[in-house]
Structure formats: structure tokens, C-alpha cells
């Protein structure tokens, strides 16, 4: 079993987009810009943004936070992403969900310009996805695909079994292991599958993209199977300073033996994500 390192693979990819912005700049352009909108203080979320905004320092991004209580508006959040869509210094934003629940997550996604959309979940750059034609590929089926590459784990010809079918993960990883050049055979699977275990036993990469911690078990794994963990609940734990910790869809520790590659919870997907979206974030800048 390899542990596909995404915290190693992650680094190489930021020093390669680093290395281009300094190039840019030595070239008389500017530094990519990249915005992100936080509305209240869910703790996942405000880690996951910390992280966001350290990374585009890391590459050399300009990069803008902008808060909003919980108790914001639809109506003055959907202002805010006018006013970015406008704004000729941002390339690229993010609106970072979840949001209240009286805010319709839906038409907030369908306000940004699809040319700003680095998060790629606007339908325009779904819809261009289906199509193949060029667009920002939602930052974690990205991820994981670029992980696939940088560790030369076949695809062409494999089964490749995704139980989870959100916009955000499933959906999309699911039309691009399909695509000429990764060549999978694809299934997905969902919360309405019969024999959805004797289906993942039968998958060359599993990938559980299900939000349930532990979901995959050991007799849902076909010995050599490659397995990519999206998940990241947070779990109370009684063994960290924060009185929590990330837990993956994948029961690790059962699961690894047979595997030929996994990935881990934190340390494997999460970090891939990010710099997905600093890719897409090049790109708008490149295009802009």
C-alpha cells in the first residue's frame, strides 16, 4: 500500500504555479487576484479559508477576504457578488459555502460571472464540462485527478466507482474519468443504489465522496484498488486541543491493507482542492 501524499503533491504544484506568477510579473503583468466571500463563522469553513488565502501568498496571489455576518442578507450577498463580478482588479472568486439557510445557495452560484467562477460550479462551466470544452473544473474532482496523474495510477480501461453525486464532487469527477485521455469506465453511485457494496468491490478506484465518516469499509474494497477519501467530517474527539478532528468516508485503518494507493484524511484531497483553485485562479488572470 502508497499513501498518496497530497500535502507532498500539493507543494510541487504550488512551486510550478509560483515559478509562472514571477514570471508574469518579470513580464510587466500583475499578480492573479483571487477574493473570497465568508458569511458567519462555521469553523470549517473559516479553516478552509485561512488556508486559501496563505496559499495564494505562497504562489505570489493577491488575495481578498470579505466577511459577512450570518445573519447577511441574500439580497446583500448577492449585491457583493455584483460588485466583484465588476471589479477589473479581481480574477477570480469564491462565495464559501455552506450558507444560512435562508439564503439560496443555487442562485448565489448562478450571480457569478462565469468567467470569475474559480470554484467552477457555475452551470456555464458545467455545461462546458459535459461539452469538453475548456473551462475552471470545480477545484476537488480537479484535485483528484491531477493526484491519479502524479502518481501514474492507471485509468484507461479501469472501473472507476464514485458513491456520492453532488455538483460539487461526484457529478463532475464523474464526466471527467470519463474523458478521452483518462479513459475510465465510470459508475456512480448514491444513497438509492441496491448492492452498492458487491458495485464498490468491483471498482479499480473507489472514490467516497459521501460525507458520512467511515462509510467504507474493508468488504467494500477490491484488494489492489486504488481508494480516494473526499471526506472530511468533523468528529468530536477528546484527544485534541480543538476538541475535534477530520474524519474521512474511508474506515482507514481496515481499508489501507488491501489497498495498492489511498489517500488520507487530512493530508490527501484537501490540500489538492486548494490548489485547484489557485490553477483556476491562474487561468482567469491568464485569460483576463
Partial sequence: MELIDGKKTSAEIKQEIAAEVKNIIANGGRAPHLAAVLVGHDGGSETYVAHKIKSCEEVGFKS?????????????????????????????????L????HIDEQKVIEAIDPKKDVDGFHPTN?????????????????????????YNIPTAGK??????R????????????SQKGIDATVTVCHSRTENLKEIARTADILVAAIGKPGFVTADMVKPGAAVIDVGTTRVKSDQTKSGWKLKGDVDFDTVSPLCSY????????????ICSLLKNTLKAGKQR
Fill in 166 to 177: 453532488s455538483n460539487i464532487v461526484g457529478r463532475p469527477l464523474s464526466i471527467l474519468m
Fill in 98 to 101: 455552506p450558507l444560512p439557510k
Fill in 64 to 96: 481578498t477576504l470579505i466577511r459577512y455576518e450570518a445573519d447577511v442578507t441574500e439580497d446583500e450577498l448577492l449585491k457583493a457578488v455584483d460588485r466583484l463580478n465588476n471589479d477589473n482588479d479581481v480574477d477570480g472568486f469564491i462565495v464559501q
Fill in 126 to 150: 458545467l455545461g462546458r464540462l459535459v461539452a469538453g470544452l475548456d473551462t475552471f473544473v470545480s477545484a476537488t474532482p480537479s484535485g483528484i485527478v491531477d493526484l491519479l496523474k502524479r
Fill in 262 to 273: 489511498i489517500t488520507p484524511v487530512p493530508g490527501g484531497v484537501g490540500p489538492m482542492t
Fill in 159 to 164: 472501473h472507476c466507482v464514485i458513491i456520492g
